[in-house]
């Protein structure tokens, strides 16, 4: 089980930074992917960035160049520079578990919301 703690977010102009962090309340080793989805009112939930424990970075196409993602095994963070009204959502942190050969879970935070004011 893994229990994930979100923090950062909150309201900002155009063109300004935000940071936030997430970190597994339980330090494991069988965490292989920690990052970010959001998910705007009315649309589906996307992926944002995401970090794997090897430290292999992906972004989606419309941040990139603007968030950094970064961060360990048992934690992520994402630097959000430039922001745009379009980025306005719920941001959610993620992690992918795997204890076993056999086994993978995928695990949810709250949620921090994100407004961006143009």
Known sequence: QVHLVESGGGLVQAGGSLRLSCASARRTSSITLMGW???????????????????????????????????????????????????TAVYYCYAKMKPTIEAEYTYWGQGTQVTVSS
């Open 37 to 87: 989805y959001r998910q705007a009112p009315g649309k589906q939930r996307e992926l944002v960035a995401t970090r794997d424990s090897d430290g292999n970075l992906n972004y989606a196409d419309s941040v990139w160049g603007r968030f950094t993602i970064s961060g360990d095994r048992n934690t992520v963070t994402l630097q959000m520079n430039n922001l745009k009204s379009e980025d």
